[in-house]
């Protein structure tokens, strides 16, 4: 939960808000905010950001902007986690299956390519605004298929992360190829890193070993794509299950963290956040799947509520049955 400050600024919310609501720029606190002072750029005076839905009682935060804008202006060292699903560039025109259909491979404007050059520059620049708000033993988490991963990790090796792990994920469910001149694909990899060399990052190792029968878990996970109910308000073309999402944040989170999502889409990161008791900012620049993710969001706090009342319900029913029986 965040905690009220006397240093409280207005900023004025878009999308599902209708309302300007307090954004408390915790300046003497290690939590994450964003610098006004900064916030503005050109001649017109433009925010580059806003928030489009906070819940400050439960730690969840989406804001509309540039996420390499917004990072920059924001506190450093001061997230547990990130993950980033980041444009794999792969809106060509081409085909692809989707429910045995045949469909095209746009998914729009942010996931078209601009060159081997210029897509290497983008993913730098956003990686490096990863990086400086990073805290010293936090890690991220980059999601990406071979058309660019490579890049993603020379990219983290130029700017001096220290790559711990890539885990292949198999989705057992993978769409055929129509082309029959390639193999299917059917992974994706998922590159682990800490922010530098000198990085303690944490690693529940007893968790994940138990998760796994007692056996070390290794790097390759067979996790399905997401289901129908994961994709009930809207779908996103790159959206990921929140069983991959869960498993990454109880590998390398603790309850309480702050976790980061520079690309959210539908924002699975913050349902995961939200089930596992960490905090959650999610950033995207397109309205469709912020009022996406709104929905989801909302749906996973209520679905928390009720099951911690009746929890408390079971506790407090079962106290009182012991002090009548005892009494008795």
Not at 174 to 190: G, K, Q
Not at 240 to 266: H, I, N, Q, Y
Request: glycine share 6%; proline share 4%; net charge positive.
């Amino acid at each position: 939960m965040i905690k009220p400050t006397n240093n409280r600024k207005k900023i004025k919310t878009t999308g599902l808000l209708n309302k300007s609501i307090d954004y408390s720029l915790q300046e003497n606190s290690g939590e994450f905010y964003i610098s006004e002072a900064t916030a503005s750029y050109g001649n017109n005076d433009k925010k580059s950001f806003t928030v489009y839905y906070d819940n400050p009682e439960h730690s969840v935060r989406l804001l509309k902007g540039d996420c390499i804008k917004i990072l920059n202006q924001a506190r450093e060292n001061s997230v547990d986690m990130i993950f980033a699903d980041p444009p794999y560039f792969l809106s060509n025109g081409g085909i692809t299956c989707h429910a045995g259909k045949m469909v095209s491979v746009n998914k729009g404007k942010w996931d078209k390519s601009k060159g081997v050059i210029e897509n290497h520059k983008f993913i730098l620049e956003w990686l490096k605004a990863c990086q400086r708000v990073l805290k010293p033993n936090g890690t991220i988490w980059v999601s990406g298929t071979t058309h660019i991963i490579y890049s993603i990790g020379f990219a983290m090796q130029e700017l001096g992360y220290k790559i711990l792990n890539d885990i292949v994920w198999y989705k057992r469910n993978a769409p055929p190829n129509l082309s029959c001149r390639y193999f299917t694909h059917s992974t994706e990899i998922v590159l682990w890193a800490a922010k530098n060399k000198d990085s303690k990052h944490y690693f529940n190792y007893p968790l994940m070993r138990e998760m796994n029968q007692g056996k070390q878990m290794r790097n390759v996970w067979e996790i399905s794509a997401p289901q129908s109910e994961e994709k009930k308000f809207g779908k996103h073309p790159t959206q990921k299950p929140v069983d991959l999402l869960t498993r990454l944040m109880l590998a390398s989170t603790k309850e309480g963290d702050l976790v980061l999502d520079p690309f959210c889409g539908s924002s699975t990161t913050g349902v995961a956040t939200i089930l596992l008791n960490r905090k959650y900012v999610g950033i995207d620049m397109e309205d469709g799947y912020l009022k996406l993710s709104v929905k989801r969001l909302k749906e996973a706090l209520a679905k928390k509520t009720t099951k911690l009342f009746k929890e408390r319900t079971v506790t407090k029913s079962q106290t009182i049955h012991t002090d009548v029986h005892q009494i008795a």
